[in-house]
């Protein structure tokens, strides 16, 4: 990149369902470093890839009898809907990895042509690096490869080290037909490593500034990243950014463990998607999550105590333009992004703002409004912002409402379809008390806002 350019690489999801709100942590978490980088006058190009094919993915198209990529469409649109809820920017790319199969092809046969990977010797189609081929292995995540211990079932025979990976993955006979791609090792498709290098260099070139990720990525996909593009010749990333989990008990929100609360759910609590981004965004990013509905709502309560000294001083001095932020938000965000800290630095200008609205000085009261809303631009929360403000440019309703309600009658008719009729009975009342009013019509049901004729 060049000077005055920052280039962030960030590992997205794998579309193999909905996303849940320990997913929506990560969009959150790298869309206020974005924000602080533009802010500080920064060009971002910011990456953030979506995997649409792997093991999962292909495992539910088996099980449902649908298109892999049917599955992996569906869940991206959630997602795509859900980022878009929350006020995260657009990436400036989203690549899809089944859209880069050249460049993972090209980048496999430097790495053989290097000496570095192999393809397996029962011409099953299957390629694999070589992990002791690359002497650094480990530096990232802090293991040893000495300590890492064979499988106990004997592995994959056509290793030639129980700890090399997957590059590309011969075709499987009990895989769907069209979930595989010719190669010069026969069909097949990429492995999960492989797609990232390629995608990041693409994208990124050789080098590049930032590297995003989960905590549970560092091992072993970062790791396998950071081997096979070096060994292929690349400088990779520059620096590493990997943000703290959000865990529900003792395990982290995760699908296949099945405890999971996603956005329809936070939603139907009454909680707006604001509110969620708050909660999300300002621990640490290094910081765990503990989630329960008790700290969701006590951060709603404290966003709202924001919003509200906004629109009050709003009310006395208007709007006002957003500007400098203080010189101790700047030294918090330049601390490793530390929101937990900037945070603290907006309740000290919001107290100073409500003395000033007590003694009715509109000077204090302006600069602490613009000094306040210029930092909640920054965490993407600034209640006066368009977005969250409910209008357009036009000063119509926009899209998100009606898309937010949407979400609350899903959830609502999947209750009523498994008979939970108190469950369906809370959200149309939750509807209620935020002014939308229901009416079930032959159609489907039918909302307004205020009171229903």
């Not at 996303?19 to 869309?31: E, K, T």
């Not at 209640?383 to 009606?402: H, N, Q, R, S, T």
Request: a negative charge; glycine letters at 10%.
């Amino acid at each position: 990149m060049t000077p005055g350019q920052v280039g962030i690489y960030l590992c997205g999801l794998t579309v193999q369902s909905p996303p849940h709100i320990g997913h929506l942590r990560s969009a959150v978490n790298y869309d206020v470093l974005r924000r602080w980088l533009l802010r500080t006058s920064y060009e971002v190009t910011f990456v953030r890839n979506i995997t649409d094919v792997d093991d999962k993915i292909l495992d539910k198209a088996n099980g449902q009898g649908r298109p892999f990529w049917a599955i992996a469409y569906a869940n991206r649109l959630v997602l795509d809907e859900h980022y878009r809820y929350l006020n995260v920017l657009p990436p400036t790319y989203e690549p899809l990895a089944t859209a880069h199969i050249p460049e993972m092809h090209e980048l496999i046969v430097e790495l053989i042509e290097r000496g570095r990977a192999y393809p397996a010797a029962g011409g099953n189609g299957d390629v694999y690096f070589s992990v002791p081929s690359y002497p650094e292995y480990g530096a990232l995540s802090g293991q040893d490869p000495e300590d890492m211990r064979p499988p106990t079932d004997g592995g994959e025979p056509d290793k030639h080290d129980y700890r090399d990976f997957a590059l590309w993955k011969g075709v499987k006979s009990d895989e769907p037909a069209d979930a595989s791609w010719p190669s010069p090792w026969g069909r097949g498709r990429p492995g999960w490593h492989i797609e990232c290098s390629a995608m990041a260099r693409r994208y990124l070139g050789a080098e590049f500034d930032i590297h995003g990720g989960g905590l549970d990525l560092t091992f072993p996909h970062h790791e396998n990243e950071i081997a096979q593009s070096r060994s292929a010749g690349l400088p990779f990333a520059r620096f590493w950014v990997h943000h703290a989990l959000l865990n529900l008990g003792e395990a982290k929100m995760s699908k296949s463990l099945g405890n999971v609360i996603d956005l329809p759910a936070v939603v139907a609590m009454g909680i707006r998607p604001v509110e969620l981004r708050y909660y999300l965004g300002t621990p640490h990013y290094r910081s765990r999550i503990d989630y329960s509905d008790d700290a969701l709502r006590e951060a709603a309560v404290a966003y709202r105590r924001i919003e509200g000294f906004v629109r009050r001083a709003a009310e006395v001095v208007g709007p006002g333009r957003p500007k400098d932020v203080p010189p101790a938000f700047t030294a918090a965000m330049n601390d490793d992004v530390n929101t937990s800290a900037a945070l603290a630095v907006v309740h000290d200008t919001i107290r100073e703002g409500n003395s000033a609205l007590a003694g009715g000085d509109e000077a204090a009261i302006r600069g602490a409004l613009t000094a306040v809303r210029a930092m909640l631009g920054v965490l993407g929360l600034d209640p006066l912002d368009a977005f969250w403000a409910g209008v357009d440019d036009k000063g119509d309703l926009k899209p998100v409402v009606d898309a937010l309600v949407k979400l609350a009658l899903e959830q609502r008719a999947q209750a009523r379809a498994r008979k939970d009729w108190a469950a369906a009975d809370t959200v149309r009342d939750q509807l209620k008390n935020a002014g939308i009013q229901v009416e079930d019509t032959p159609a489907g049901p039918r909302w307004t806002v205020g009171e229903q004729h």
